[in-house]
């Protein structure tokens, strides 16, 4: 089956830019989708198909994909920010998610 | 404005069957353009997706739940259904219903989840 891997944990200072990593054998080949979750909330699809954001995301979240390797960006880090952060790919007609990232902002 | 409302025990024992309702409000069920689905997520940990269906009764399961799950659509009612058989602790977890784009298959509208405990 296929898997999917993202770091535990990011670290990221105050306006700065974090970079959400999430590995799969040939990644790139696939559309890579991206879920922020706050404590106690369901969560909100922020990115889909690589680099699109649905109405109402920031334009600070951004999405790129390539390779093994697909990233989420988010520009000029806020406070609100602060959540845990799922990739997803649909591979072999089975939805598969990273293990998740818990975005801390300084 | 779409919403998704998930219902049903919050608690239920071991070996017995979980089932799940998400009403659909403000859309219909029966678009063409989107599929169905129930992910959960037990404490403390990430998401996993249960399965899938399309208001024509078409189903994708997760492989390693398959054998216990059977997910169901009542377009009547703008409804779709989970039942999960032979339930266990680590079946402990919040149930979210979620909206899932036909081509792509990612999630862009979810209700808000329920909590379901299994224990006697």
């Known amino acids: 089956s296929y898997e999917l891997t993202q770091p535990l944990s990011v670290s990221v200072a105050l306006g700065q830019t974090a970079r959400i990593t999430c590995g799969g054998n040939?990644?790139?080949?696939?559309?890579v989708h991206w879920y922020q979750q706050k404590p106690g909330q369901a969560p909100v699809l922020v990115i889909y198909?690589?680099?699109n954001r649905p109405s109402g995301i920031p334009e600070r979240f951004s999405g790129s994909n390539s390779g093994n390797t697909a990233t989420l960006t988010i520009s000029r880090a806020q406070a609100g920010d602060e959540a845990d952060y799922y990739c997803q790919v649909w591979d072999s007609s089975t939805e598969v998610f990273g293990g998740g990232t818990k975005l801390t902002v300084l | 404005q779409l919403q998704l409302q998930e219902s049903g025990p919050g608690l239920v024992k071991p070996s017995e069957t979980l089932s799940l309702t998400c009403t659909v409000s403000g859309g219909s069920i029966s678009s063409s353009s989107y599929y169905w689905g129930w992910i959960r997520q037990p404490p403390g940990k990430g998401l996993e997706w249960i399965g899938s269906i399309y208001y024509s009764g078409s189903t994708y399961y997760n492989p390693s739940l398959k054998s216990r799950v059977t997910i169901s659509v009542d377009t009547s009612k703008n409804q779709f259904s989970l039942k999960l058989s032979s339930v266990t602790a680590a079946d402990t977890a919040v149930y979210y219903c979620?909206?899932?784009?036909?081509?792509?298959?990612?999630?862009?509208?979810w209700g808000k989840g329920t909590t379901v405990t299994v224990s006697s």
């Open positions: 198909r690589d680099s």
């Open positions: 979620a909206r899932l784009g036909y081509d792509d298959f990612y999630m862009d509208v």
């Open positions: 040939n990644i790139g080949s696939k559309n």
